[in-house]
Nanobody
Framework: QVHLVESGGGLVQPGDSLRLSCAAS????????LAWFRQAPGKEREFVGG????????RYADSVRGRFTISRNTAKNTMYLQMNNLNAEDTATYFC?????????????????WGQGTQVTVSS
């Protein structure tokens, strides 16, 4: 089994940057694809972006493309979400998730292992 722990969330102002981390432990060799999702109060969980385990392919939601970047440090078994030029619409709880199959999906139902989430609040 894989265990995920997110960190790095916080309260920032519009235009600020923030980097989230997702540390994986356990059977990390079984990870085929990783992703970030977010969920705002009263809204469905939405795909933010994802990356294949080897880092060869990444994909982003239209709402964050050009502002957010996903990377992975395989030696540390950690995935990062660099978020730049944040705005109020980015306020949400951010979750990382992984799946065994090495296919980059954007549906939350395709991911079997989730972290507990980290809160990001963008407010002036």
């Amino acid at each position: 089994q894989v265990h995920l722990v997110e960190s790095g969330g916080g309260l920032v102002q519009p235009g600020d940057s923030l980097r989230l981390s997702c540390a994986a432990s356990g059977r990390t060799g079984n990870i085929g694809a990783l992703a970030w999702f977010r969920q705002a109060p009263g809204k469905e969980r939405e795909f933010v972006g994802g990356i294949l385990s080897g880092g060869s392919l990444s994909r982003y939601a239209d709402s964050v493309r050009g502002r957010f970047t996903i990377s992975r440090n395989t030696a540390k078994n950690t995935m990062y979400l660099q978020m730049n030029n944040l705005n109020a619409e980015d306020t949400a709880t951010y979750f990382c998730a992984v799946r065994r199959l090495r296919v980059l999906e954007s549906s939350a139902s395709e991911f079997s292992v989730w972290g507990q989430g980290t809160q990001v609040t963008v407010s002036s």
